[in-house]
């Protein structure tokens, strides 16, 4: 007895020598691949805002869309075919690998968005970001000729370090990585990496003086029945929100490709129509990223029709070709959205709006976890029971849809109508 029980300490001590080893590895590469996300993040976000604020003085550049639409078609036609897929071609690459992430990607999503947002079209910032991240972080598979598995891990690393150091939110950014890829799964085995990556390249992306938006929920009720059940009318509300705009992105893109057969022209008819709607609202608040309309809505009651806008401008922005993101817009959707219902749900303004920043995105993407840790990160812990039950609401009233169609569903959202293990979201 006293011989075996030397020999299972002696293995404790063992097993954590390879471990430590493992540790070392991760900390050198994540450190390299976060601090080149980071500025890449950086980057991006310095360009944005200087295309934004450029497009803001100079509105008439919203009537050259369509050939800044046409730019972007013709890139990706004679580039960028084999990357066209965005996101969804990170995801498949996560659970089929076949080659390492091109490294073009990074560049052509980086000015593919740039002129999206300078010449008017409604898109956001994860996609590119995410986008950029894989590409850059894939390199070190090509370098170090990693098997199969760290193939795949480096994929999640660029994932949860573009999207950490974009949004300035580590711990949503490495949660999003593990839990984006199987709905109602989340990959352990990546999550040292994981984490690594998410708080190097937003430290990195800080190190730059690049500043991320501040919001503010100064007034949280206490916890009660009532406010329970409030909640969860919110997260109901958001999570059929999601849906509708992962059907309206599906729906766009389908009928574009139905109904234009060459493909740089189908970004060349959707900027028309944009350039058209702007001229015909006579506002540019529901185009580019819309972080003022963000900020505002947790202080100024929002039009109820606001968030509908912003659905149907980005959602066909998005499906005709142009390139970015969803997240902020989605974003602006929630916090519009939330906003909107102060008038009929006695909850604060403020907590309303974050509410449905977090949870449109959580219904949209199928990552509750991952935006409930983004709300606590964003508005504090004191909202953080309120943002988590509208998360998950809008988690299970979204149904098995999302934006991301190359998701498969691991485990069903619930065991009424649930879908198959393994079957991909449509």
Known sequence: ????????????????????????????????????????????????????????????????????????????????????????????????????????????????????????GSAGREGTAVQMGGAIADQFSRIFKMRQRDHKIMVIVGISAGFASVFGTPLAGAVFALEVIIIGRIRYEAILPSFLAAAFAHLVCHAWG??????SIPDVPELSVANILLAIAVGLLCGLTAMLFSHMVHFWSKLAKDKVKYAPLRPFFGGVVIAIAVWGLGTTKYIGLGIPTIIESFTVQQEWYGFLLKILLTTFTIGMGFKGGEVTPLFFIGATLGSALFGIIPLPMALLAGMGFVAVFSGATNTPIACTLMGIELFGAQSGIYIGLACVLSYMFSGHTGIYASQIVGSPKHLIYGKRKGQTLK
């Open 1 to 120: 007895m006293h011989r075996t029980n030397r020999y299972k300490r002696l293995m404790i001590k063992v097993e954590q020598i390879p471990l430590l080893f493992y540790l070392v590895k991760w900390l050198a590469i994540t450190l390299v691949a976060g601090a080149l996300i980071g500025s890449a993040s950086a980057l991006l976000l310095v360009s944005l805002e200087l295309v934004t604020n450029y497009r803001e003085s100079h509105v008439w550049i919203i009537a050259l869309l369509p050939v800044a639409g046409l730019l972007i078609g013709l890139m990706y036609h004679y580039w960028g075919s084999s990357v066209a897929k965005g996101n969804n071609y990170l995801i498949e690459e996560i659970h089929s690998p076949r080659d390492i992430i091109p490294f073009k990607m990074a560049p052509l999503i980086y000015i593919g968005t740039v002129i999206t947002h300078l010449f008017g």
């Open 210 to 215: 690049v500043a991320h938006a501040h919001y």
